[in-house]
């Protein structure tokens, strides 16, 4: 029997190819893994961290404690030269909406929480879909989501004092120089009594892009139009849900607004570095007013169910190359994934009682 000898293009060929399938092979399975944006800190390890050794179940693996709000953003139509993104038109779109405080315990004491957190979600009759995550502080302590990680370890309580260990907190500090205006906005930062009273910010910046297929890019706060000094509470300080039944309470009367307020970039400023606040006197546009008309508790709440993940953007805006923003994605997927999991189980365990 005769025998060609291979030739040796198709056999590069070949192996090229079984190469090529191998390696999406792998990059799917990285992807599955939750090792997101080409860093080594995994989803499944954020979260792990984040929940702390006994997680609640059933809630959020970060800012567990918090209550669902709907109103509505009324758009003032000045974004539209930046944006094709249907809510930035002029006119009222229905929003889904949470308030928060940062950690893993859904029943921490409200005032005690060191970041509170505003979130939104709009869904248009169109199908477009805009999710948005905003807490207290305008900028982060560090710009990548291995230092982030490392940031969580450093504020990991003590098993010891059950509260975080001072000396490796400095160190952390020390050796990132980055989180200089992160620390000094924390050291001027005055906690309100309020929800309503808070500054909320995308903190990441995002791209607007406009008609004409212009990009621009952009990061925005929620401005508090209530004064802090305004509307004395007659809550407790030391009740643990003090900011959620002072909102309660608010709106017994009239809405809470906020102005979305988005700040223009300009070419020297850096959209992928969250931890550089850009300058007071870049452009700032009111984009509409954030109306919250009601609140309800979240288990239960047309919240509970969302995933607020700040990587749903509508057409006309996209995500910048942030690497902190791009590793928000898969940890908030896997948090979700916990919870779903185990919100199934307790009604397939409600409904075996009845
Ligand atoms: C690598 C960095 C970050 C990680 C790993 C992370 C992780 C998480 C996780 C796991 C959740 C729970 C999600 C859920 O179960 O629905 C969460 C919630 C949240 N995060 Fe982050 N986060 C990061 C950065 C940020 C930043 C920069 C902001 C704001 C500027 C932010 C704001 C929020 C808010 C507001 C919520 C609560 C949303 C809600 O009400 O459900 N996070 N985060």
Known sequence: MSHTPPNPSHLRARYGMIFVAMAALVSVFLYAAGLFGGHGTTAQQFVNLQQGAKPQFSFRRAHA?????????????????????EFFQQGEQPFIGRFSTAGANPLAPDLAAPVRSLALSFSSESGQRWRTAMNTPPVLAVGNPEDFFQQLLALQPDPATGKPNFDKLKAFFAAHSESVQFNQWKQSYVPSTSFATEQYHSTNAFYLLNKQ????????????????QAMPSDISNSDPDALQLDLAERLQTEPVRFDLMVTLADASDDETNPTVAWPAERTTINAGTVVIRSVEE????????????????????QATADPILNARGAAYAESYRRRAREIFIESQTAGAQQ
């Open 213 to 228: 297929g212009q990009r621009q890019a952009v990061r925005w706060a929620a401005v508090p139009q209530a004064d802090a």
């Open 65 to 85: 404690k918090g209550m669902c709000i709907q109103g509505d953003f009324v758009a003032s139509g000045l974004l539209s030269p930046y944006t094709t993104a």
């Open 298 to 317: 979240q288990k239960g709440g047309a919240c509970d169910g969302i995933n607020f993940d700040p990587l749903v953007l509508p057409a006309g805006m």
